[in-house]
């Protein structure tokens, strides 16, 4: 909206109302692609009227160009055609030149509009892209608690499964205490090695490991079952 308002008081009002304030501006990518294509348009209408005011001894060629502006231009009210053709009918120097001086105005005026929405426009993206930043470490700040958290709670598993495993080859025997020992090291491992690029191998190994030792306890119990001496009884 830059010369292309300029070219339409020009050529059809003298209203005096203050241009509108302007509207919370879009983001700012999509703003400079509205930019661009206003900036196209106007280039264009500007050519035409550079063009109506080359061939003014021309009339087919200047109603072609005038034709060709309007076609980018906005269609205007009925009260503008009227002043328009009344100011054309009246011919008169001193008009046109205090209407050109109110289209400059109202172009210095909605350019500075334009320039100050631009950069609230930059400054708003600029803001939104920190808070993405700042969720972005809030987000990685709760997923380290999270794994802080889960390390701790494996670490103290780990600890009592050992404490338990000790105590349990100490009063009982090493068959009940060693799997404590085990589970209760394997506790504590278990955080780095869900962190481990490694994770599907180890996590394989040790299902492998315990389906053995499982195949090893039912095969020790069957064999102290066959080994077992027979009862006076059954003698």
């Given amino acids: 909206m830059k010369a292309i308002l300029a070219a339409t008081l020009l050529l059809g009002s003298c209203a005096t109302q203050p241009a509108p304030d302007p509207q919370p501006s879009p983001g700012s990518d999509a703003l400079d692609k509205i930019g661009k294509s206003q900036d196209k348009i106007d280039g264009r209408v500007a050519g035409a009227l550079v063009a109506i005011e080359a061939n003014a001894e021309k009339p087919a060629v200047v109603k072609s160009e005038a034709k060709l502006a309007q076609a980018y231009l906005p269609a205007p009210s009925e009260g503008d055609k009227a002043f328009a053709l009344a100011r054309a009918a009246a011919g008169d120097d001193k008009a046109y030149q205090a209407q050109m001086e109110y289209a400059?105005?109202?172009?210095?005026?909605?350019?500075?509009?334009?320039?100050?929405?631009?950069?609230?426009?930059?400054?708003?993206?600029?803001?939104?892209?920190?808070?993405?930043?700042?969720?972005?470490?809030?987000?990685?700040?709760?997923?380290?608690?999270?794994?802080?958290?889960?390390?701790?709670?494996?670490?103290?598993?780990?600890?009592?499964?050992?404490?338990?495993?000790?105590?349990?080859?100490?009063?009982?025997?090493i068959k009940k205490g060693a799997p404590l020992l085990l589970a209760g090291a394997f506790a504590g491992a278990v955080p780095y090695i869900i962190d481990s690029p490694w994770f599907a191998w180890i996590a394989g190994s040790t299902l492998a490991v315990a389906a053995g030792l499982l195949a090893w306890v039912a095969f020790d119990k069957a064999r102290d079952t066959v080994n077992e001496p027979p009862s006076p009884e059954q003698s």
């Fill in 104 to 173: 400059r105005k109202v172009l210095t005026k909605l350019t500075a509009d334009w320039n100050d929405g631009e950069k609230r426009a930059a400054a708003s993206a600029a803001e939104i892209q920190k808070l993405k930043g700042e969720n972005a470490q809030l987000r990685a700040d709760m997923i380290r608690i999270e794994k802080d958290s889960d390390r701790k709670i494996w670490t103290l598993t780990g600890a009592v499964l050992v404490v338990a495993g000790g105590l349990a080859m100490a009063f009982a025997s």
